[in-house]
Every structure is written in C-alpha cells, then in structure tokens.
C-alpha cells in the first residue's frame, strides 16, 4: 500500500469523531492499525474511520499480502526460552528528522511534510510499499533496520498529524457540510458489500449440495478410520507424555545421542497434521520446541567447555609450569617444558572412525576420555541437524575464548608472584630511569614471571588445539560420510584458531617488548601515592574497546552502508564529518591496531623491554615447533607446515629487529647525553682500579645486556652489528669529548691552530716517534727523555705557548684522566665480549629481495637456555670479528691519545711558565725575598695535576707522564738563561736561584729524582766569579771530567763568563768598563784554550 494511501487512511482514522484539537488527547494508537483500518479501535458507523473499519475488512487486509513467507502457527509462535536471554538495543535519537514549529499553517505545512517525505521517506511513497515491513524494520535494531530512525518517523507523523489540524482548522465548514454527503455514501456501499457477501455464501452452499453424495455404507467405513485414528492416536500421546522424562534423565546422563534420537522422534510425532488441532498437547509442543533449542545450547556449551579447558576432566590434558623442571626432547631434537608423556591425541586419531555413526555406551563415564566426549558432542550435533549451527557459533566465539584463557593464565600468575615482588625484585624501585631499569633485565625472578606465564599459556594453547583438531577430523569425517557438499566451510575452524594464535602471540611478544609502552604499563601496575590500592583503574579513553579484524574496507556493502550515514550525519549537522578527514581515515587506519603486536588489553606483569626477548622466544618458538605435530595433514587445512614459523620470523624482521635497534640506539645515546654522562661515577670502586666515567659504566652494562639477549636469540650478524655500530658511535661521542676538552676557543693567530698545544703536541710525528722509541724495553730513558726534551723546547721556542694553549683548570685535567680509564677500562671489557660463534649467519649479506624476504632465524634459534659458557660474550663471525677488533683498537689509540695529551700537558705549563718566570730583567737594585708569581702559579697548577693524576691514573701512566719533567725544567731554565739574560747581578742571579729552588722542591713531589743540577750550578758559579769558573773548568779538565762535574758546556760557560762582567762593563766609568772589557777577553780567551785541548786531539 503506498503512502498517499496511508495518508488517506491517517486521515480518516484520526478525525472519525470529528476534530479535538485538546492537547492531552494521546492518538498515538490513531496510527497502528493496519493500514486501511483507521487505527487499532473499532469506529462507530457512519464516522470517518466506518469505511472497511470492520473485521472483515482487516481478514481481507491480511488475505491480500504476499503469502512468499510461511507464518507458524499459533503454538510455534510463542517465544522459546533461550539461554542466552532477550538482547535489547538502544539506539542513539536521530537528530535529522524535522522538529516542532518547522512548517507553517495549513496547505504550506502539508506540502512542506510531503516534500520531506518525498526525500527522506520516499520508499514509503511507492505502490508496492508494505506498511507491516516497514514497521518491522522501524523496530529492527542491525545495522539493516531503521530503528535509528524510528524517532524520525514518530516526528514526521507528529508534523503531519499537525498539518492535517491545521487544515481541518481552515476548512472545517466544507468539512463538517460534507458529513451527510458522506455518510450516505459509506451507507450505500456498506450495504453492497454485505449483499456481495451473502450472494457468494449462497453460492457455495449451492455447489456443495449439488457435489455430495450420501451411501450409508461410506458414513460406516468413514466413522471406522476415524475410530482407528484415534485409537492410535491416544497411543501417541501417551508415548509423548513419557518423553520429557526420558529426555531428562538421558540429558542427565549425558547420552545426548540417545537424547537427540528421542527428541527427533517426539518432534516428528508432534509436528504430524493430525496432532496440530489438540489443543493439550500445546503445552508439549512448546516444551519440545525450546528443549530442541536448549539441547542445542547444551551441547555446545559442553564442546566448548572441552574444547577451552573449563571442565575438570580436561586438567589431564596440559601441566602446570613449574621452574627448573625437566624438559623433554622433542621429535625434532629441541627441547622443551611441556610435557609430552605419549600424545594421547594421536592414539586417539589412530583408532577414531567416522565411517558409521556413533552410539552411547551406557556403561561408562563418556567424558572420561575427553577427545571421545568432543566425537560424541559433534555426533548429537550433527544428528540434530545443527552442526554447521555448532562450526560458526565455535568460530565466531574464538576471539573471546581464546582472550579468557590468556587472561585466566596471566592471572593465575599474577597470584603466583605477587606485584610487590616483581616491583622490588632485587631492591629495584618502580620509579627507576628507563636505562636504569635496562640494566635489570636480567633478574631472575623477573625471568621467572615471564617463563611461567608463557609456558602456562603454550600449554594451554596446544591443549586448545588438540580439541580443535579432534573438531577437524570429526567433522571432515562426519562430512565425507554423508557426502555434505559445505565441506570446506565445516573444516575451516582450524585456520580460524591458527590466526588467532598467530594474532595472540604477536599481541604478547609486542606487548613485553614495547619499550613505548611505559604509560600503559605505568596506568596499569602503579596507583597513585594519595589514592587507595583498592580503587579500580580508569579506563584509558585514548584506546578503542575493540577492532574489526579481517574487514574488507573496500566491499560494495560497506561503501553504500558509508555513504548513506554520511550524507544522513551531512544533512543533518553540516560539517561534522568533513571530506579529507573521510580519506585518512579511510586510507590509514589506526597505526596502533594495525601493526604488529597490539595492545592485548590484559594486565603487564613485568615491564616492557627490548631485554625480554630472550626469554620471550625459547617458549614461543618450542610452542610453534609443538603445534606442527597437531596441525592436521594435507590441504584442507589451508596451513602450509613448512612456513608455520613465517609469522615468529616476520615478527622477529620487521618489528623485533627494528626495535631492538631503536631501543640500543636510544639507550645508548641516554648514556651519552645525560647531564653526569660525563662524570665520575659514584660506584667505581666495584667496577673498576681506578675511576671511570658514569656513563661508560653504563654502556657497558647496557652492552652486557643486549650480548645476554643476543645469546638467546639466532647468532645473525645484524643484530652483532647493531652492538658494533653503537660501539663505534660511543667511541665518537668520546672522541669529540675529547676534541671539546683540548680545543682553543678561538683560532691560534700565529699558526692557525684549533687545539691546544698538549693536543697538538699528541699528534706530532717527531715527538710521538720519542715517545714510541722511549717505550721500547731495551731504550735508554735518560737518552730518549733529552731527545724529546730538546724537541719540546725548540718547538717552545719557535712557537711561543698561551695561556689559551693550556688546559690550566683542574677540570679538564681530571676529565682527561676520566676519559682515559674509561676508555682503557672499556676496551678490556669489551675486549673479553669477544667470542666467534659457529652458530653465527649473516642474512645482511644475502642478495635479492626472495632471499630477504626468506629470512628464517626461527631455524636458527636456540629453544633453551646456553649453558655450555657461563660468561657474556658478542656472537662474531671472522668478517664481525675484524670490525670488533677494529672498535677496541679506536679505543686503546684514544686512550694513549688521551695518556700523551697529558704528557704533554704537564710539560707545556711547564714551559710556558718558567719561560715567563725566567725573563729579563735579572739586574736588580734589590734582592728577592720570595719567589716569583708565575712560579708560585706553576707550583699550584703542579700540585693540582699530581693530586688528579695520582687520584685517577694508575701507577705506570702516572710514571710515564712525570718522568723527565725534572731533566726538562733543568735543560728549559739553562736554555732560558744563556739566550734571554744579557746582564744580571747578584740580586739577580739570587732571585734566579729561588726560583730554581722553589722548583726543585715541587718537583720532588711529582719526580723524586727532579734535581736542577745544570741551573743550580750556573747560578752558583755566576756568585764566584769568572775567574774562578775558569779554574773550576782547568780542574775538571784535567780530570777528564768537564761534563760530569760541572754539567755545562762552552756556549753556557761562556754566556756565564759574559754575565760575570756584564754589570762593570755596564758601569758609566769608563775605566772599570774597559778594564772589565779587558778581563772578559782573557776570561773567554782562557776558557776557549781549555776547551779547544780537550777537544782538539779527539777531533784530530
């Protein structure tokens, strides 16, 4: 009936009393009639509603709708009980439908409704519109039903009912002068109608008379059957009244075959035509028609206890974890923790046949043996008809089984290690540093959490899937037996459940690997310091309660179903829903659901790391190697066996891998940018001799735990690598450490030079070439401390030292020793890391995209702990092995760059200050009471570098930079004298003198062999006069010890006998110049004969 016609109706049934316009009045009954009828009252007659208001008119209504659909009968229409319990929907109001004081008056606000009609509700305009349906789907709540618009429809009949008042309110005189008019004609076809119907009953009566025949004998033999049938009747109810009895008790026994067998032929008896017409066998046949459906229920309810491990017959079938118990080898060799004890699945595969139906056997328990319970549940399924029924229901409930298991077992041990433990396992606080808490990974108890909640669950999930392959056979045999052709779609259930476990697994490795999980597992294992432990955890809104897994986002049913909410959602509020936010979200769905390992939604027992791995793969990779002996043969399982670890290897490829090497990058470069990366750690004494660095401390026990996990995982060189390539960014992030400590903060303008000059110093050719000859075991040290000494000055004097050119804080001094323990302590660590694997591959090296994506390190793995080698080591190869070697040697040429550097160091202020110390003038009015300020400085800085040095630097490094500094500061200060004094006198000469002797003293406390012989003696024997160094220089002479016992030479001596008369030949008398002229001449002519005959034969 199309709408133009309802609204005809409407029209009529809603004003047959004529027009009440009082607004208490309630007409929401006015428009559930069927249509045609005015409404669900009765209308007196001759009023508006009398046309075809009677009941007749309503059984031709109904005579008159499509008869496509069978409708049960009275009895099968009541409601059965379900278990499941009646599911209520409440959809969410509409907000598009049109609302009060939309539309004006009269013909306007009719034509405006119409026209919303028409484009909202156009469906209902069309001829072949069926009220009843529409109503239904008004009250269906799916996503095909207009529920959701119901509030919509009651608004558009408000609004019409309102038009049509506003029209009788208009044009009530034509109406009310139309009224007899009317009634007449509705009189007048009432009573056609009626004569119509009394013509065609008398017809009917005639052709039956005519048509009957009347033989005594037929009456008799017709009064007989009839006897009969009601004999047999009886009989029948009589056995039916027994049948709720027998159910029972079968039901309660459990022989549900049995049961099934009785209630089909009970359904069959009561559903005979001659049963349908008594009227007591009604409160039977209800009770038959829901205990077909609640023994459906039963029964599945029973297979699935069975199947997920919820009945107690079933805690037979998978054991418990307990640590340190024994492992069992496997068929392919690997070990592991579940117990195989002879898998009774494959006893019970070998004697299952399905070519006959199965009975019950009275005389045992038939959930005894549970794989024989879960023949027999299928069995009684599939005789009630209802298997396909049981195959999607068990698929469609695998989600949520499967999500109860994992979260029964993370329970159980949950309760099996309480939260305090594993929050202070070992004294570690939960609020500890991310690097912090990296360093702890190796906890045992922790290990211990995780291997127990894995090897529970496995356990539990190869039980699982024992029963589902126990299902696979059953139902293939059952299907091949009685030649089903749906077979595919019956046997499918085990793919199912493998994607489920697939899904299970990356949801757990991911979950305990996450390292950007921090605030999820802090939001669900910490409470806050003032709330109550007891008060339950917020929801975090930010995540969506599920996910639509395996939707085809791009089928015509979702594009349509898309488009019509938009443009309702359009229409209705514009802008709510805008184009290009339509595009994103259709082209990129939620990252944190779609990518490996999603949130599982249970309870974290211990925190996420990159570290857990190592005890993450073992189980899994057992568990996968334990389900290839369950996964059933051939190729209706749709599982190819070869690739069933190609997920664990796909997971290890795109998700651990670059996981693992984002965690160590970002591990590693916390270690070098926190504030006291760079300072001396407070716990060195259990680590190291001497102090190191905090943040080497922690690279290396952040090395040490990734070498513990890589030992656990596959010996693959990419991960090595990744160990290798941090390595060498540490050894960078050192070096430019380095490079900041020794460079000058502006450009030398003499030489143009960046670093300082200890630095510089370190990387001459000639002076490292001294130091590698004064290393050698057979050099003379005395001989190669002069060389490198003579090198020092003559670069001292050609290139004169700043005080920029000098690490002069004591800072600096102490990060240089720092940083060379570090790197000399680090190097011997990582030096014993070292371990070349035959167990080692390399998949970087292998060519062609098939290779790469054939990576396979589950085939690689080890399933067990190593317990061959109780040290950490680097799994290397011989190529990994030479880049290792590599790195440590970078970190032994750092450190004896570092060692030179303060070598030098100490030198360089040397020379820089006893050059300043040690400059003209030396003719003085008055003498020196104290020595001179740049030798005071020297002396501080001297005693500052040797507390540092001794603190951090061991006895041999120590040793290395002090020896010679004495010889260096003799040579450097007699250099000083015989070319910078031109004049000095004994106030002078005294100054010079404590000067050398302030020195000396300092210096005996970093060398105690430091003695300035050569300096001390020229100063000495400048207060004796010249005369006498002359007759000290004859002595020696002839002695043959001129060098031994005087230490100077013929360019000293005679700067000295010059020195000797540089104050008279400075007087302004001009004979005590002369004379003094004179004198030196003899002097010098005298030292220069002495000399010469001593030399003079050798060279001859």
Known sequence: MSWNSSLRNGYGGGYDRGYDSSPGRDRSADSRGPPGGGGGRSRRAGGYGGLGGGPEQTGDYYEEQPRGVPRPNSLERRSAKRRSGDRHYDPSRSKSGP????????????????????????????????????????????????????????????????????????????????????????????????????????????????????????????????????????????????????????????????????????????????????????????????????????????????????????????????????????????????????????????????????TDDASRNPEANTFEYIHLLIEALNNMGRLDAAVDTIEQRLPVELFRVVEKSNIEVDQRHPSVLRSYAKGQKPTARPVDAAMNQSDEARGAILQDLLWTLYARFEAIAEGHRVVYEVVAGITKREGLRDAAHLTGGFKELWKLYQSEMRSLLHDYLATDSDTVYGSAQKQKGTGSIFRKTPRDKNKPLFKLKDMDTKSPELSTERDDLEFILKSSVPGLVSDSRRAESTLQPNS????????????????????????????????????????????????????????LDDFLVNVFHPQLDETLMELCVRTFIEVDAFQQDSQWQARSQKPIFKGTAKFFALITAFCKLLDNLPHDQVFSQLVISQ????????????????????????????????????????????????????????????KENAILITKAQEQLLEEADLLSDKKSITSLCLLYTSMKWLASKIGHLRYISDRAVDSSRRKGRQNQQQRRWTMVVSTGQQTTMERVYLPLNQETALEFDGVVDRY?????????????????????????????????EHAFTEPDADVVTLNTSLVSFEEVATAHLRTREHDFITTGLGRLTDALVLSL????????????????????????????????????????????????????????????????????????????????????????????????????????????????????QESGPDEG
């Open 99 to 358: 609302r009060g004081g939309r539309f004006g008056d009269g013909s306007r606000q009719i034509d405006e409704v119409l026209d919303y009609i028409s484009q909202n509700w156009s469906f209902m305009t069309d001829e072949n519109c069926i009220p009843i349906q529409v109503a239904l789907k008004l009250l269906d709540s799916s996503s095909l039903g207009l529920a959701t618009r119901y509030d919509q429809f009651q608004d558009t009949n408000d609004q019409l009912q309102n038009a049509l008042k506003a029209i009788v309110n208009e044009h009530h005189q034509g109406f009310n002068s139309s009224i007899g008019t009317f009634h007449k004609i509705q009189s007048s076809l009432q009573g056609s109608q009626n004569r119509v119907r009394a013509l065609r009953d008398s017809l009917i009566r005639a052709k039956l008379n005519l048509s009957a025949t009347r033989p005594e004998l037929k009456e008799y033999a017709v009064e007989s059957q009839n006897y009969d049938d009601m004999l047999q009747l009886l009989g029948a109810i009589e056995q039916l009244q027994l049948i709720p009895e027998k159910l029972e008790a079968r039901i309660s026994e459990k022989r549900f075959i049995t049961a099934v067998d009785i209630l089909q032929d009970a359904l069959k008896m009561i559903r005979r035509t001659d049963m349908e017409s008594i009227g007591a066998l009604s409160d039977l046949r209800v009770y038959l028609s829901n205990q077909e459906h609640s023994l459906t229920d039963i029964l599945i309810e029973e297979l699935h206890s069975h199947l997920y491990l919820k009945s107690p017959y079933c805690e037979d079938r998978w054991k418990i974890y307990a640590q340190n118990q024994a492992k069992v080898t496997a068929a392919d060799g690997s070990t592991t923790a579940i117990d195989i004890r002879g898998r009774a699945l494959d006893r019970f595969l070998n004697a299952l046949d399905t070519s006959t139906p199965l």
């Open 592 to 647: 944190s659901f779609n990518q490996d390992g999603s949130a599982t939604g249970h309870k974290l027992l211990i925190e996420p790391s990159v570290f857990n791995m190592g005890v993450l793969l073992p189980p899994s990779l057992a568990f996968l190697t334990r389900l290839k002996e369950v996964v059933p043969r051939g190729t209706t399982s749709d599982i190819v066996m070869s690739t069933l670890t190609s997920f």
């Open 727 to 786: 390595m060498v960014t540490y050894f960078e992030k050192c070096q430019g450490w380095y490079k900041a400590l020794v460079s000058r903060a502006q450009q030398s303008r003499e030489n143009n030079r960046r670093l300082k000059a200890a630095a510089a110093f370190s990387e001459d050719e000639d002076l490292l070439s001294a130091l590698v000859a004064r290393s050698k075991p057979d050099a003379n040290i005395q001989q190669c401390v002069d």
């Open 892 to 924: 032994n040429k750092l450190a004896d760059t570092v060692l030179n550097t303060l070598h030098f160091e100490v030198r360089c202020e040397i020379s820089h200050y006893v050059s300043r110390a040690f400059q003209p003038p030396f003719y003085l």
């Open 977 to 1092: 004298a015989t070319r910078g004094i031109t004049e000095m006198n004994e106030a002078g000469a005294g100054r010079a003198q404590l000067d050398i002797l302030v020195l000396q003293q300092n210096l005996k406390t970093m060398e105690p062999p430091a003695l300035l012989v050569r300096s001390s003696r020229f100063f000495d024997l400048f207060g004796q006069g010249a005369e006498t160094v002359v007759m000290r220089v004859k002595d020696a002479k002839a002695r043959g010890k001129v060098e031994e016992e005087l230490g100077l030479g013929y360019d000293e001596l005679k700067v000295l006998v010059e020195l000797c008369y540089s104050e008279a030949l400075k007087s302004p008398r001009r004979d005590i110049a002369e004379k003094a002229k004179r004198n030196m001449d003899e002097q010098l002519l005298a030292l220069s004969e002495c000399l010469w």
